[in-house]
């Protein structure tokens, strides 16, 4: 393939830049030419089009003829293009040029950086691979990402993630990666329980709200794993109760329903999965107080809001300066709560990991705290110590999930 010529305006950026852009579109020419371009990443967009953030192109086989897919991704959608290596080529060119300011481009041994900077200078990093990425020669086109949830799922259409021709509505394209993202958590940590594949779940889910994560589990279980759960959403609001029981109804899933109320009205003796996504403040507490005493295998749940631990804290003088700011301050309450919380449950019995969830449709709280039975029993005396030794520095006298505990 010979190396491509673009245009660029006169005087639109130093000479030296204009020869450092040609030079970069050209390594791209010659990684698509000689099939060890893996990826190319285009970012940090300066154009018009603020909703574009980025654009991912990597070499695919359309019907048997070598192509560059264009994913364009937006803030609410992505939109997919294909083009021949010489059209897509101008395209990133022309792109690089007028819109964005970065690229990354990814080889087998090599990675490779421009960045232009606001002057319109161009500069050219790179770095060897210290491990390897795999040759993208075998990439097909229709080689798709791993899906844990279908499109064509009909309780998508119902609670409206996707159209009566099961395509997915873009302004859902955030609660649709929540939904596959919820699953695969929850599939992983199904495998990691003492819970058995065969085995009949008791699933509870409190906030259930518009019962999209509840009507997924349900239908992983049900039609992906056949196993004849029954799994109940508990929501304080008893008009999206209703809701979720008439769609329930109406596309007769048997084993969900839908019940008005909380953790503290609805509390089963027996449970194997518990869920409580984005309880506020210390409800989480209750959540997973009842989710111990339960003796649920699976806890999972997604904090928010920290309000008991803050007024509390006493800040150690060396961290003062730190904590003087009010988001600093905030933060720390937050990590501190729900670090006790993850303690407090490795204490009774569970694996416990804290990390960071696809964030909810109307909020940026994004963290999760995942919370398996162990299959044995643990010296937790150590953990204990840990909890005390953390309340003591911080002058804490009062957490209450240990209150519940120890009631």
Known sequence: MALISIVIEPQSMPVDSEQSLVSFINLVAQHANDKRLVKLIISKNRGEDKELQRIAI??????????????????????????????????????LHNEFKAAHLFSPEQEIQLDVSKKGKVSLHSQQVSTPLASPTDLKHNKQKHRYVELTRPYLSALGVTDKDHQLIPAMSRKWKQINKFIEIFSQALEQSPLKPVQALQVVDFGSGKGYLTFAIHDYLREQLHNQSVVTGVELRAELADLCTKAAEALTHPGLDFVCGDVRTHAPSQIDVMIALHA???????????GIRANASIIMCSPCCHKQIRPQLQSPDLLKPMLQYGVHLGQQAEMLTDSLRALLLEAHGYQTKVFEFISLEHTNKNKMILATKR??????????????????FYG???????TLLNT
């Open 58 to 95: 990597r070499p695919v086989t359309l019907k048997g003829k070598a192509v560059l897919s264009f994913v364009y991704s937006y803030k609410t959608r992505d939109i997919t293009k294909n083009y021949d290596i010489v059209e897509g080529l101008q395209h990133i060119a022309l792109k």
């Open 280 to 290: 506020c403040d210390v409800a989480t507490d209750y959540a997973i107080h009842y």
């Open 375 to 392: 299959k044995s029993s643990i010296d937790n005396s150590g953990v204990l110590k840990q909890i005390q030794d953390i309340k003591a």
């Open 396 to 402: 804490i006298q009062q957490h209450c999930l240990e």
